[in-house]
T-cell receptor, first 114, second 113 residues
Framework: GAVVSQHPSWVICKSGTSVKIECRSLDFQATTMFWYRQFPKQSLMLMATSNEGSKATYEQGVEKDKFLINHASLTLSTLTVTSAHPEDSSFYIC??????????FGPGTRLTVL | GENVEQHPSTLSVQEGDSAVIKCTYSDSASNYFPWYKQELGKRPQLIIDIRSNVGEKKDQRIAVTLNKTAKHFSLHITETQPEDSAVYFCAASGGGGADGLTFGKGTHLIIQP
């Protein structure tokens, strides 16, 4: 099956700093990747759709200037949480879509902002 | 936008019995409905999916049914085993899965030995 990796798997940072999370499709090319956020004991919420070579599409309520997404190649999308605050602490999960529509998820990145 | 409701939030069944989880969706344009299993701290794993041109799909002990008219779909797990214990999420999207997924709130399935 399709393999998606994320790096780092966890990160702790100070309030006000920025954190970059990488999402890679390892054995296939993904023109579209998605970024989700999951708070403890809650469901996954779609944050944005990342399209290779074009601007990301953000869901309502998600600040595009705070959550910067770059999809520079067919195998890599990055999410940068800028000026992170404790309320940004969450589990960030990316997914990559294969032809046929299935989405395969990365292992997630647990962000803790102190 | 799409809204997906999932019930129950917690389901406890005896090992060997069947489990059924139900979801409803609001957007009639949605046409792709996957189910994911997520263990604590892990990524969601796709266990089965169904598209709107199909009413039922089965894979060994797992089956999904879809009623487009009523806008609801269900996950059926038969002969449950302890390793089936996890949180299960239903989801919906349009564009045959090309769009992002809208998830239900999840069902914590507990298999009692």
């Amino acid at each position: 099956g399709a393999v998606v990796s994320q790096h780092p798997s966890w990160v702790i940072c100070k309030s006000g700093t920025s954190v970059k999370i990488e999402c890679r499709s390892l054995d296939f090319q993904a023109t579209t990747m998605f970024w989700y956020r999951q708070f403890p004991k809650q469901s996954l919420m779609l944050m944005a759709t990342s399209n290779e070579g074009s601007k990301a599409t953000y869901e309502q309520g998600v600040e595009k200037d705070k959550f910067l997404i770059n999809h520079a190649s067919l195998t890599l999308s990055t999410l940068t949480v800028t000026s992170a605050h404790p309320e940004d602490s969450s589990f960030y999960i990316c997914s990559a879509r294969v032809s046929g529509g299935q989405q395969f998820f990365g292992p997630g990145t647990r962000l803790t902002v102190l | 936008g799409e809204n997906v409701e999932q019930h129950p939030s917690t389901l406890s069944v005896q090992e060997g019995d069947s489990a059924v989880i139900k979801c409803t969706y609001s957007d009639s344009a949605s046409n792709y409905f996957p189910w994911y299993k997520q263990e604590l701290g892990k990524r969601p794993q796709l266990i089965i999916d169904i598209r709107s041109n199909v009413g039922e799909k089965k894979d060994q002990r797992i089956a999904v049914t879809l009623n487009k008219t009523a806008k609801h779909f269900s996950l059926h797990i038969t002969e449950t085993q302890p390793e089936d214990s996890a949180v299960y999420f239903c989801a919906a999207s349009g564009g045959g899965g090309a769009d992002g997924l809208t998830f239900g709130k999840g069902t914590h399935l507990i298999i009692q030995p």
